[in-house]
């Protein structure tokens, strides 16, 4: 077979790279992480209109955009009634099909034209209204985004749409072990009288309609409980009169407590595993928790490093030991949800069902090693910088930075924090961790849930002996 001197020449260069690899003597460590940065974002101008409205504004005028974040308390999924449970979340959904005069479509149309993006969500504590748009064209996106959140229509026709959607994601859910394990968890933890205990159903989501869509707009979407956040290319003398014409005239429409008190915590007396029935399931879903910690603690930044050695990174000891070790789980995670309230402590993975056992001994292995068992200094070291470093990429963009500005409005923290965060991260001790994954970590006080194929998993878990087991139906937590 003749080659040609292309071919030659390419196995030659190979045959060269090759050896030279060989000779090469490659890199065995990684390279050392850099000093944690120095955060400086300009200084904050605040405004509030006659209305109670709050703005703020942040400049960062190295593009001609402004992000806008508008963030209204009091119109969260635990703001709405416990019979209405979904109610929140549908009502920030509902708020773009249709608002001032103009149905879904020529809403999108409008905001196309403009190059503009505008979405609508509500969390826990807060419902948001998101919209990025070029500079030149703010003053006509702000009208529509003003519309959206001031003047939705609710058609209905669009409420019988999206309630149906709902029911079709509730019947799919049936099936789905995440979804299962996610409300069981959530309802043993809190109780269905706790608004952190509660999840949409199918009775409740059916209740859905225009007049209770209205309602909770009337009575949740209120100009002193939000404020309105504006990045980029912003000047607030020029700004504020738009702000003023497009939001000045909106009023609070409800009665009532214009914000829900703050839940109390519950308490979990021992630990107890609920193991939830799911007949052929691929894998077994885990969640291991309790309550844990509102988001004003003054244990924020230690919880931060601990848990990021616990299970907030990749190389944390439950992702090492469940999926670097054993090979039983893609990953395995934990996390604080801080909240108003105090929001959950979760640890969790999807598992190997033939290793379900032994996952949930491992978790529990590992939930009291972090409190008895003292970190190295180069773990608490690198633990930290993960925390400090990850900061200046969740402020990368303007929508990063209003993204964070409104989460500290929701929760009430000072700007301030921003600034200082590096070097209070850095100062955490390892006596510090010790003494939060103590007090935070409380494996002898959980909540176990496992989603999984009882036939396989049932005695497995009864022998591992971790905690009384009950065995619950899929219908008690997807219904």
Do not use: C
């Not at 005239?249 to 609920?274: D, E, H, I, N």
């Not at 439950?318 to 108003?340: D, I, K």
């Not at 200094?377 to 303007?398: F, H, I």
Request: a neutral charge; proline letters at 6%; charged letters at 20%.
């Amino acid at each position: 077979m003749m080659r040609t001197l292309a071919t030659v020449a390419a196995g030659a260069a190979l045959a060269g790279f090759a050896g030279a690899a060989q000779a090469q003597t490659f890199p065995t460590t990684p390279p050392s992480t850099g000093p944690a940065p120095r955060i400086d974002l300009p200084d904050a101008v605040r405004r509030t209109l006659p209305n109670g409205l709050k703005v703020v504004y942040i400049a960062q005028r190295e593009l001609p955009v402004v992000s806008a974040v508008m963030v209204t308390r009091g119109a969260g999924t635990g703001d709405e009634p416990a019979a209405e449970a979904g109610l929140a979340s549908f009502t920030a959904s509902m708020l773009d099909e249709g608002a001032g005069g103009k149905n879904a479509l020529q809403l999108a149309d409008a905001l196309d034209l403009l190059g503009a993006s505008l979405s609508t969500s509500a969390g826990v504590d807060a419902a948001q209204a998101n919209l990025y748009v070029l500079k030149q064209n703010f003053p006509a996106a702000l009208r529509l985004m003003a519309d959206v959140v001031t003047r939705p229509d609710f058609p209905e026709r669009e409420v019988d749409r999206l309630r149906q959607e709902r029911l079709t994601q509730l019947a799919r859910a049936k099936d789905e072990a995440t979804t299962i394990a996610n409300y069981a968890f959530s309802s043993l933890v809190y109780g269905a009288g706790h608004p952190y205990g509660r999840y949409p159903t199918v009775a409740t989501t059916q209740g859905l309609n225009r007049a209770a869509v209205a309602a909770f707009h009337a009575r949740g979407y209120r100009p002193e409980n939000s404020t309105l956040i504006l990045v980029g290319d912003v000047n607030p003398a020029q700004m504020n009169p738009l702000i003023d014409a497009a939001f000045g005239s909106w009023r609070a429409q409800g009665t009532g407590p214009s914000l829900t008190a703050t839940p109390p915590t519950p308490t979990v007396a021992r630990t107890t595993l609920y193991l939830i029935d799911k007949p052929g399931a691929a894998q077994s879903e885990i969640r291991i928790g309790h309550p844990g910690v509102a988001r004003n603690t003054p244990d924020y930044y230690a919880l931060l490093v601990m848990n990021t050695l616990l299970g907030a990174s990749f190389t944390s000891r439950l992702n090492t030991n469940l999926r670097e070790t054993h090979g039983w789980a893609y990953g395995a995670s934990s996390s604080y949800q801080m909240l108003r309230g105090a929001g959950p402590f979760t640890a969790r993975a999807g598992v190997q069902t033939n290793a379900t056992d032994s996952s949930v001994v491992e978790f529990f292995k590992e939930l009291n090693r972090i409190r008895t068992e003292d970190v190295t200094e180069a773990e608490l070291d690198k633990a930290r910088r993960y925390v400090a470093l990850r900061l200046p990429d969740q402020l990368e963009t303007t929508q990063d930075i209003a993204a964070q500005y409104g989460s500290l409005e929701t929760y009430g923290i000072n700007p301030s924090f921003l600034e200082t965060y590096v070097e209070r991260v850095m100062a955490v001790t390892a006596a510090d961790l010790r003494r939060v994954a103590n007090q935070y970590v409380r494996p002898g006080q959980s909540v176990v849930v496992v989603v999984g194929d009882r036939s396989k998993v049932e005695a497995g878990l009864r022998a591992a002996n971790v905690a009384n087991v009950e065995v619950r139906d899929v219908s008690e937590f997807v219904k």
